[in-house]
T-cell receptor, first 109, second 117 residues
Framework: TQLLEQSPQFLSIQEGENLTVYCNSS?????LQWYRQEPGEGPVLLVT?????EVKKLKRLTFQFGDARKDSSLHITAAQPGDTGLYLC?????????FGAGTILRVKS | KAGVTQTPRYLIKTRGQQVTLSCSPI?????VSWYQQTPGQGLQFLFE???????NKGNFPGRFSGRQFSNSRSEMNVSTLELGDSALYLC????????????????FGSGTQLSVL
C-alpha cells in the first residue's frame, strides 16, 4: 500500500497570512487529488493534478504536483476564515484511493 | 442534481449489536466507495462496489460487509460492534470505478456518525 504523508498536521494562522501544506510519498502516483472537509460534512474535491510539474490555480489556492509525481503542495494566499477545514490529499493505489491523514487549518479573524 | 445521501446521520449502538448504513449515490453514478474516518487513523478505505460487484476491499475484519443494489444504492453492515468501530462512515460515489488511472472524481456524502457504547 502506498502511503501519503501530510504536513503540517495542524496550522493556526491569522486572516490574511499565506500558507503551504504538503503531501509527500516515496511512491509515484499517476495523479493526486486534494479535498477540503468542513466539520460535519464529507470531503469535497478541490482539484486533481495529473502531470508532473503541473500547477493549477483555484482562486487563492495554488496546487502543484512534483516533477517526479511523488509529492504535491497546496498554497493558500491571503487566507480567510472560510478556508478553515481539513485538507486531504489522495492518490490512486491500484484499484482504490488512499488518503493522507490531513492538515487541519484554522484561520482566525 | 441531488448529492450523495447517507442515512441515518447519527447512530448510537451498544457493543455486540449490528448496524446497517445506507448510501444513495448521485443519479447516474454506478460506483460507491465506503470509508471509515477516525481522528487517529484518518480516512481508511473499506470497500468499493461497481455494478453490484465488490471491486476492492480494505484491511478490515469480516464483520464489515456491504452490498450494492441494481439501482446503485449501497448498504454497509457491521456485525458484533466493538467500541473501536465508533467513527464517521463516509460513502462516496463516482461515475465509474476508481483507481488504475481512471482519475474518477469522488463525491462524498455527509456521513453517518456511529457511536458504540
Amino acid at each position: 500500500t502506498q502511503l501519503l504523508e501530510q504536513s503540517p498536521q495542524f496550522l493556526s494562522i491569522q486572516e490574511g497570512e499565506n500558507l503551504t501544506v504538503y503531501c509527500n510519498s516515496s511512491s509515484v502516483f499517476s495523479s493526486l487529488q486534494w479535498y477540503r472537509q468542513e466539520p460535519g460534512e464529507g470531503p469535497v474535491l478541490l482539484v486533481t493534478v495529473v502531470t508532473g510539474g503541473e500547477v493549477k490555480k483555484l482562486k487563492r489556492l495554488t496546487f502543484q504536483f512534483g516533477d517526479a509525481r511523488k509529492d504535491s503542495s497546496l498554497h493558500i494566499t491571503a487566507a480567510q476564515p472560510g478556508d478553515t477545514g481539513l485538507y486531504l490529499c489522495a492518490g490512486e493505489d491500484g484499484n482504490k484511493l488512499v488518503f493522507g491523514a490531513g492538515t487541519i487549518l484554522r484561520v482566525k479573524s | 442534481k441531488a448529492g450523495v445521501t447517507q442515512t441515518p446521520r447519527y447512530l448510537i449502538k451498544t457493543r455486540g449489536q449490528q448496524v446497517t448504513l445506507s448510501c444513495s449515490p448521485i443519479s447516474g453514478h454506478r460506483s460507491v466507495s465506503w470509508y471509515q474516518q477516525t481522528p487517529g487513523q484518518g480516512l481508511q478505505f473499506l470497500f468499493e462496489y461497481f455494478s453490484e460487484t465488490q471491486r476492492n476491499k480494505g484491511n478490515f475484519p469480516g464483520r464489515f460487509s456491504g452490498r450494492q443494489f441494481s439501482n446503485s444504492r449501497s448498504e454497509m453492515n457491521v456485525s458484533t460492534l466493538e467500541l473501536g468501530d465508533s467513527a464517521l462512515y463516509l460513502c462516496a460515489s463516482s461515475l465509474g470505478p476508481t483507481g488504475r488511472g481512471a482519475n474518477e472524481k469522488l463525491f462524498f456524502g455527509s456521513g453517518t456518525q456511529l457511536s458504540v457504547l
